[in-house]
Each structure stands twice: as structure tokens, then as C-alpha cells.
């Protein structure tokens, strides 16, 4: 019940294309459920976060679709770069703060 | 400046030696953390401290022990290391616990090597 599922595993996309990762997840008591981007050789940084009460947020080209019913939410990047190659992964926590993570998805763009 | 950061960069040791990773934020956070990311990449968390007292201790082995003399630093101890536990361990720190949404802030992270 503690996990969040990702996919796919790995992701190739052609610049100027949207790239799309998913999660899904199980436990109805997570309320807040961010989205992390890992460069080779770094700590995750946040890239964006939603809550429940909202189905979508959207910052820059970057998107988050949120599914209640589904327990289930995406990522979307339009306009895809190179520079977006890097792993990301998806997130969900309770009021204790703990973040449980998905298992991670490589992207990698191609001029 | 650097938020959070961690020292050594690199560690490689022997089986059965003891080490320590050192993290210190200059964020002001009152809330730090330990994560483990194993070679597929997969990111749990090991301990989270609050205003230097523990409040989040996963199913860790007791030989990893985190101590955190201040609010800005948060050590990690690792007693009679195996081959498992190489991995690159991240310090993290957010504003606050127990009100989800607090964004974590991660070091640059310690890969540990156990030979």
C-alpha cells in the first residue's frame, strides 16, 4: 500500500515532442505528490508538485495530471529538449513527510 | 552557496570498516533526512530528524546510526560495512515536518563504495 508505480522504465523522445511518465498509487491518505528530476551525478530537485484537490497544474512546459479516482498521476513534458534528459521520478508523502518514491524513468531526448 | 551539502563525495572502503557522512543545510530548515538510492536507482529514505530529535527511523539496520548535533547537520554512521551497502546516500532537508508539501531540498550526495 506504501508503494507508487512508475512508467515506463525508460523513455525516448525526439526534441520538440512531448514525453509523457506515469504513476499510480495506493494509498488514499497521500496528499501531496511531487515530481522530481535527477541529473547523472546529482541530488533530485523538485521540479513540481500537486495536491489532490487539484487535476491539473502546469508550470512552464511542464504538467501534472492528477486522477483521484484513478489514484493515478502523470508528467507531462511538451516542447521536449535535450536538456530535459535526465531521470525523474514521481512521489507521494502524508502529513509525516515521508516521500515515497517511484522507481524512476531515464529520458532522454534527441536533437 | 550551497544548500545541502555532503562530505566526502566519494568513499571506497573495505568490508567491515566503520565510516561517516557528514551533511550540513544553510537553508534554515528545521527537518533533515537520509535517503539511500541503490544501483538501479531506487530512492527510500533511512531516517528523518526534526529539531535534532528523530522522528522517522525505516527497517535499517542498527549499524547505520544517524546523529545530528545541531539543526544544520545531520551525520551518518556506519558501523561494520558489507558489500550491500553500496549505494549513494542523499542528505536532505525541508522547512518543516508533519505538514506534507514542504519541499526537500537534496545534497549532491555521498556514493559509497564497499569492497
Known amino acids: 500500500q506504501q508503494q507508487v508505480k512508475q512508467s515506463p522504465q525508460s523513455l525516448i523522445v525526439q526534441k520538440g515532442g512531448i514525453s509523457i511518465i506515469n504513476c499510480a498509487y495506493e494509498n488514499t491518505a497521500f496528499d501531496y505528490f511531487p515530481w522530481y528530476q535527477q541529473f547523472p551525478g546529482k541530488g533530485p530537485a523538485l521540479l513540481i508538485a500537486i495536491r489532490p484537490d487539484v487535476s491539473e497544474k502546469k508550470e512552464g512546459r511542464f504538467t501534472i495530471s492528477f486522477n483521484k479516482s484513478a489514484k493515478q498521476f502523470s508528467l507531462h513534458i511538451m516542447d521536449s529538449q535535450p536538456g530535459d534528459s535526465a531521470t525523474y521520478f514521481c512521489?507521494?508523502?502524508?502529513?509525516?513527510?515521508?516521500?515515497?518514491f517511484g522507481t524512476g524513468t531515464r529520458l532522454q531526448v534527441f536533437p | 552557496d550551497t544548500a545541502v551539502s555532503q562530505t566526502p563525495k566519494y568513499l571506497v572502503t573495505q568490508m567491515g570498516n566503520d565510516k561517516s557522512i557528514k551533511c550540513e543545510q544553510n537553508l534554515g530548515h528545521d527537518t533533515m533526512y537520509w535517503y539511500k538510492q541503490d544501483s538501479k536507482k531506487f530512492l527510500k529514505i533511512m531516517f528523518s530528524?526534526?529539531?535534532?530529535?528523530?522522528?522517522i527511523n525505516e527497517t535499517v539496520p542498527n549499524r547505520f546510526s544517524p546523529k545530528s548535533p545541531d539543526k544544520a547537520h545531520l551525520n551518518l554512521h556506519i558501523n561494520s560495512l558489507e558489500l550491500g551497502d553500496s549505494a549513494v546516500y542523499f542528505c536532505?532537508?525541508?522547512?518543516?515536518?508533519?505538514?506534507?508539501?514542504?519541499?526537500?531540498?537534496f545534497g549532491p550526495g555521498t556514493r559509497l563504495t564497499v569492497l
Open positions: 536532505a532537508s525541508s522547512q518543516a515536518s508533519g505538514r506534507a508539501g514542504n519541499e526537500q531540498f
Open positions: 512521489a507521494a508523502s502524508m502529513a509525516a513527510d515521508k516521500l515515497i
Open positions: 530528524y526534526n529539531n535534532k530529535e528523530l522522528i
